[in-house]
């Protein structure tokens, strides 16, 4: 069984960074961060096939966000720079199998964590 457990979200000023963690048990498929703000869509951020590490990062967040995992493969990182106030959300780390490529969020992620909260205070 697929368990997700992010942490690292907190409030931080604009312009500032944090890197969130998510600890993956080891899943060798797709995992990805997404987040949803009050009243937003749920978006998909940045996602990484952990079997071979390549990643997606999403052009909304593109030069700012970069995702990454550890070399044990059970830990995925979301560094996230430059942060603005549009940033704040629950921020959620996710997986599913490969059957297409990772950063084809139509495709549904099956497996979530319970989310960390980040605020962005301008």
């Known amino acids: 069984q697929v368990r997700l457990m992010e942490s690292g979200g907190g409030s931080v000023q604009a312009g500032g960074s944090l890197r969130l963690s998510c600890a993956t048990s080891?899943?060798?498929?797709?995992v990805a961060w997404f987040r949803q703000g009050p009243n937003k869509e749920r978006e998909g951020l940045a996602a990484i096939y952990s079997r071979t590490g390549d990643t997606y990062i999403a052009d909304s967040v593109k030069g700012r966000f970069t995702i990454s995992q550890d070399n044990a493969k059970t830990t995925l990182y979301l560094q996230m720079n430059k942060l603005e106030p549009e940033d704040s959300a629950m921020y959620y780390c996710a997986a599913r199998v490969l059957f297409t490529t990772c950063s084809d969020y139509s495709q549904p992620y099956t497996h979530w964590g319970q989310g960390t909260q980040v605020t962005v205070s301008s």
């Open positions: 080891g899943y060798t498929g797709c």
